[in-house]
């Protein structure tokens, strides 16, 4: 079993839909939670960042941490065709330790 | 803030040459910075992690004396892909770790996009 655990999609939407993106993960000492958007040919771009539980907003995008079941999503809201991409979930133990991915999933919002 | 360069962007080179890819934080110090790998459509894989002034930490299967890590400061890590066969052929990414906005995490680089013919 894979530490994180990510669909690797393809996901398609439609514009405006709201867009789920989950990972699971099984070690329980990770406090850290990063998503990262990476288009292609290009490196990831840090998107949300996320300590110990709990939910953060940043304009369409809301992430949400839930350490009991070792759970994270990431939501974007009013999705555009901009949003295309990769999404890498991301984890840590310490900020500046190295990351634990998962696999990514490829979105594709259809005009 | 927290931007990442790296440089080149992109590299064809013979087969045989050595190739230096150069990662630099632009307006943060990083201490750590990692070196990763990604073929088509896959994840990022964890080449090594670069320490300042320090020897650099290699994951598992990663030849050490083929890629070879400079960290020399605190704003400049290099990779040497050394006698590069076309299985090197691959999108080369680092990160750096610092603080920045309040957030400590892994801020990356564009990636340079290497090809060995």
């Known amino acids: 079993q894979k530490e994180v655990e990510q669909d690797p999609g393809p996901l398609s939407v439609p514009e405006g839909a709201i867009v789920s993106l989950n990972c699971t993960y099984s070690n329980s000492a990770f406090q850290y939670f990063m998503w990262y958007r990476q288009y292609s040919r290009k490196g990831p771009e840090l998107l949300m960042y996320t300590y110990s539980s709990g939910n953060k907003e940043d304009g369409r995008f809301t992430a949400q941490v839930d350490k009991s079941s070792k759970y994270i999503s990431l939501f974007i809201r009013d999705s555009q065709p901009s949003d295309s991409a990769t999404y890498l979930c991301?984890?840590?133990?310490?900020?500046?330790?190295?990351?634990?991915f998962g696999t990514g999933t490829r979105l594709t919002i259809i005009p | 803030g927290a931007v990442v360069s790296q440089h080149p962007s992109w590299v064809i080179c013979k087969s045989g040459t050595s190739v230096k890819i150069e990662c630099r934080s632009l307006?943060?110090?990083?201490?750590?910075m990692f070196w990763y790998r990604q073929f088509p459509k896959q994840s990022l894989m964890l080449m090594a992690t670069s320490n300042e002034g320090s020897k650099a930490t290699y994951e598992q299967g990663v030849e050490k004396d083929k890629f070879l890590i400079n960290h020399a400061s605190l704003t400049l890590s290099t990779l040497t892909v050394t006698s590069a066969h076309p299985e090197d052929s691959s999108f080369y990414i680092c990160s750096a770790s610092g603080l920045a906005g309040g957030q400590e995490t892994q801020y990356f680089g564009p990636g340079t996009r290497l090809l060995v013919l």
């Open positions: 307006d943060f110090q990083a201490t750590t």
């Open positions: 991301a984890m840590s133990n310490f900020g500046n330790e190295k990351l634990t």
